[in-house]
């Protein structure tokens, strides 16, 4: 079964430099959710998208920006990069649904950013 | 606002040992609860979920069971194994209109030592 596609799964950039990460879901799911985890810590929400519209906003830092397109995938670009933006980023695909048996999220295995 | 709440780690057991996480939450509807886990180095993997009140989830001997009342779904394994070192996420989705919502708690750090 297909799952959360995440690209690059590696990446290393230098201060002030920018990033792209992606995140594909699952067919068909339209809702997707950006997670920062950095070293031992526990995932940060940092923004959430449904049908193409941002629907949650955590603590994305104002030099971080993100959209999902027409074929739901999400990209997050990360501007200006800190020494502290290293970390696993992760996102998570749902389906919006009124069934209970539905509203299971599934993860992507993430982007590690190191930032030297 | 909707939250959740589990027991702080890190939990250092034996192996063969029984493993208790508390997980409580608070809701504005009727969430789905979950248990993810997360092994070193790796993403966030569902563990096991229960969508209303009473269901039990249960997978790899890991259970738990949702308690409207006492408003919890603590994750229990009876016998841990190494392999069980983790961190285990306590979750809760609701159904919103724009898009489900997904609220973690903090994360329970577990170390099984042979």
């Known amino acids: 079964a297909a799952g959360v596609i995440q690209s690059p799964r590696h990446l290393i950039k230098e201060k002030r430099e920018t990033a792209t990460l992606k995140c594909y879901p699952i067919?068909?799911?339209?809702?997707v959710y950006w997670y920062q985890q950095g070293p031992g810590q526990d995932p940060q929400f940092l923004i959430s998208?449904?049908?193409?519209?941002?629907?949650d906003k955590g603590s994305i830092p104002d030099r971080f920006s993100a959209q999902q397109f027409s074929d739901y995938h999400s990209e997050l670009n990360m501007s200006s990069l800190e020494l502290g933006d290293s970390a696993l980023y992760f996102c998570?695909?749902?389906?919006?649904?009124?069934?209970?048996?539905?509203?299971?999220?599934?993860f992507g295995q993430g982007t590690r950013l190191t930032v030297v | 606002g909707d939250s959740v709440t589990q027991m702080e780690g890190p939990v250092t057991l034996s192996e063969e040992a029984f493993l208790t996480i508390n997980c409580t939450y608070t809701?504005?509807?009727?969430?789905?609860l979950f248990w993810y886990v997360q092994y070193p180095g790796e993403g966030l993997q569902l563990l096991l979920k229960?969508?209303?009140?009473?269901d039990k989830g249960s997978n790899k001997g890991f259970e738990a069971t949702y308690r409207k009342e006492t408003t919890s779904f603590h994750l229990e394994k009876g016998s841990v194994q190494v392999s069980d070192s983790a961190v285990y996420f306590c979750?809760?989705?609701?159904?919103?209109?724009?898009?489900?919502?997904?609220?973690f708690g903090g994360g329970t750090r577990v170390l099984v030592k042979p």
């Open positions: 229960a969508t209303k009140a009473d």
């Open positions: 067919p068909r799911h339209d809702t």
């Open positions: 998570a695909s749902f389906r919006h649904s009124s069934r209970l048996s539905d509203t299971e999220a599934f």
């Open positions: 979750a809760l989705s609701l159904i919103k209109a724009a898009g489900n919502k997904l609220t």
């Open positions: 998208f449904y049908e193409k519209m941002q629907s």
């Open positions: 809701a504005t509807g009727y969430p789905s």
